[in-house]
């Protein structure tokens, strides 16, 4: 099946209101772009579009730990306390967790709200009545004071748990180190050594007519999404041109002056245990079993080689950016609606076509 029958059948499927998909190949690249960025418009998707990335986040928020490190700021084996003080006296400080542990998710943090918090959000998007963006308004007080309580059953390092929790305070530590906020951090030092000027966090305004609406699971338009105490967790809006730049830098094929680092987060591997769920959750959801981590990202076994890869959604909208480090090849997929698993398919798919 080519490549465009493929994606046509994920509109299909996932029916996504638009979409757009980057890949590179042989270092040439190719863009496909469906449907409409929103609902009723007749605008059909570039590959220029905005959409918001989710949790692809992550990566840069890892990248950006260990550009600090190289600057000398803090080693990514200091614990979290030091530059955390709101978190002392708890099992946190207690267990040593460091900032090592957030970025490779082995520090037994939670994932998400509290319950009380994120279930009555998670019901009314079931019946598709008006939603407010949980995180939005969630002040950094009430996390450190959620995160005091967490008592940490499992040695930190050894256990896997995926933590958006660990990613927000990640970017918390970032800022106190260097007394600047997130975003300039990650424009600053990532987007603009790799020539992505279509990355960052408040872009509603200076690139509103490239952005994509989204759309809920059930196919409600959503709110974009603010969430200024996590955004080390979910922030980023981009583009499938600068995420292909992201890739190309990644991959070694574009050298810059944070070569180096890259190089080192996408091939540090961790290997902790599963956790049940994620032992087999991505087989029975994606297809294809986690096999390793590395600083920031997640690895799969395609059964011939390994992908190193990781994806994202938020209210609105889905991503999955994926790489063959063999082959110096990799897929984008950036949707307006959420949901994730066909949006994590198709990449999987069109990474091993």
Known sequence: MDTEKIIENHIIKGSSPGISVGILQDNNIQTFNFGETKKHSGILPTSNTVYEIGSVTKPFAGILAAILEDEGLFSLDDTIVKYLP???NSDIENSKITIRHLITNTGDLPSTL????IVPYLLKLYLKMNTKNPFENYPKENLYEYLRKRKIKKIPGTTWS????GYSILGHICENVTDQSFENLIVNKICKPLGMNDTGINLLESHKDRLATGYTFSGKQSNFWSSPSMEGMISLRSTVDDLLLFAKANLGINQSKISHILENCIST?????LTT???YYPKYAY?????KFRLGWFVYNTGNTDVVGIDGGTEGFSSFLIMNMEKKSAVTVLTNKLNPKPTHKLGMSLIQN
């Open 86 to 88: 709101q978190l002392k």
């Open 287 to 291: 297809g294809l079993p986690l096999s």
């Open 277 to 279: 769920f994620m032992k």
């Open 269 to 273: 591997e961790v290997n902790p245990k």
């Open 114 to 117: 509290p319950l009380k918090t």
């Open 162 to 165: 995926y933590s958006n929790f």
